[in-house]
């Protein structure tokens, strides 16, 4: 788990390379791994899987990531599109027109040229729209700010998935150990009884007894094997593998970290100031806040008025000359300015500002419940880790000590003490310790994991 550190700059390559499409618009920014998916099965089924591996693997590979980055590129086009109010408007344009000279017309002795055609550039400039470009700015840089928080959510979503999922794979391992044991175990307490039997000391009844014990402890070991295969199934679809289709039993999937005891020490009030700062859903409401507010005032300026400036070159050919005659006879520039104003829109504004601020002040509401329900989010989290902390510490030595009270019950059974139900009640306590003291393990793991994903905690750093 110490390692899981070097995956820190892996995850800011990516977030800073995903940023730059904003500022440059170009997936070539992203690198290799950010722009295509690759599925080495060879590579990955026979070298053990770290949870830094994993969780690289989650940033390059998720198909919900790979979703998200894809979103992300598309929120790049919103941006250019809002901020574009701001920008002056460039326009070119031009026609030719030719005319039957018995349709033209004659007037004091001119008679109009048959042919004609114009050209001209022209370049538009807004000045003043009822507080509609300042807004478009802002709007602009509110939009990136809410994508890249979206982006950012989906992919802690995504990465906290994984570390569970890593942490299931663990814990499914360890109980088909903890079964398989319990399996010996109750095997050889059958071939003892067995031998007993034959040599006369015990009676038939501790054969069947030891051999119901051991019957009812298979289908354990069977279901164990089975949560081994759906949780590496479960794995292998987060890190975006494509299983061979023949493989279908078992994946050969090696995990190499283990389920640990790591301490993380947090207190409540520390933890809701952590998660109102840094949770990407708040920040993402808060743009979206900021955009339906930005909204209001677009919806506003329809009260008042715009203005515009332009400024143009053109070209025409001279309406009075012969009519074959096409050469470049008129040209110049031309300036100017334009005034726009509704004095009366049939309530098209008002219809929109009423629709605007209610969308604002449900914004507002929803980032109120949103913090709400992230607080008791936390609440949630610390109290689920601070009951699996406690778990994990009550199991500490219950293992050791059922491992002794295990010999004690079989050295009272030879010594003619004890009972085999003794005995088989000390190896069934025996397995349910450790069972217990691997869950206690798992839940620790990802109560942390939630924890830290419910304050805004980096994914990426493990903890």
Not at 65 to 92: C, F, H, K, W, Y
Not at 267 to 272: E, F, G, Q, R, V
Not at 279 to 285: F, S
Not at 346 to 360: C, N, S
């Amino acid at each position: 788990m110490k390692e899981m550190k070097t995956i820190l700059p892996l995850a800011i390559f990516l977030f800073g390379a995903t940023g730059s499409i904003f500022a440059q618009g170009a997936d070539t920014n992203l690198p290799a791994y950010a722009r295509e998916t690759t599925t080495n099965w060879i590579a990955w089924s026979t070298q053990p899987l770290s949870l830094v591996n994993a969780l690289n693997l989650s940033l390059q590979q998720n198909a919900t990531i790979l979703e998200a980055r894809n979103d992300l590129r598309a929120s790049q086009g919103v941006v250019i599109q809002t901020r574009a109010v701001a920008l002056p408007q460039v326009t070119a344009g031009g026609q030719y027109k030719y005319t039957q000279p018995t349709a033209e017309e004659t007037l004091f002795g001119f008679t109009e040229p048959n042919q004609n055609w114009n050209a001209d550039v022209q370049i538009v400039q807004t000045i003043y729209e009822g507080g509609k470009l300042v807004a478009a700015i802002r709007a602009a840089g509110a939009t990136k700010r809410q994508a890249i928080a979206q982006f950012e959510t989906v992919v802690a979503d995504t990465l906290l998935n994984t570390r569970v999922a890593y942490y299931d794979v663990l814990l499914a391992g360890q109980q088909i150990t903890v079964h398989e044991a319990s399996v010996n175990l109750l095997q050889k307490e059958l071939q003892d009884q067995e031998s007993r039997y034959k040599a006369g000391t015990v009676p038939h009844f501790n054969v069947l007894q030891a051999d119901v014990a051991l019957a009812n402890e298979r289908p354990n070991l069977i279901q164990a094997r089975n949560n081994y295969r759906i949780a590496k199934n479960n794995l292998s679809n987060l890190l975006g593998y494509n299983l061979p289709r023949d493989i279908w039993e078992d994946i050969p999937m090696h995990l190499s970290d283990t389920l640990d005891d790591k301490p993380f020490e947090v207190n409540l009030p520390d933890a809701i100031q952590a998660a109102m700062a840094r949770r990407t859903e708040l920040i993402a409401l808060r743009e979206g806040e900021e955009l339906d507010n930005l909204n209001l005032v677009n919806a506003s300026s329809g009260y008042k008025p715009s203005l515009q400036v332009f400024a143009g070159y053109g070209w025409n050919n001279a309406q009075f000359t012969p009519p074959v005659t096409l050469n470049h006879d008129l040209y110049g520039y031309n300036a100017g300015a334009q005034l726009q104003w509704d004095i009366f829109d049939g309530l098209l504004t008002r219809g929109k500002v009423v629709q605007a601020r209610a969308l604002y002040e449900k914004s507002q509401n929803t980032l109120a419940d949103e913090s709400r329900q992230i607080e008791l989010e936390v609440r949630t989290a610390y109290s689920d880790f601070v009951e699996a902390k406690e778990v994990l510490v009550s199991q500490e030595e219950v293992q050791a000590e059922a491992e002794e009270a295990l010999r004690e019950a079989r050295a009272r059974s030879e010594a003619g003490t004890g009972t085999q139900l003794d005995v088989l009640n000390a190896e069934t306590a025996l397995t349910q310790a450790r069972t217990t003291q691997i869950q206690a393990l798992h839940d620790y793991d990802v109560a942390r994991a939630r924890l830290e994903r419910a304050m805004g905690e980096n994914m990426t750093m493990g903890g």
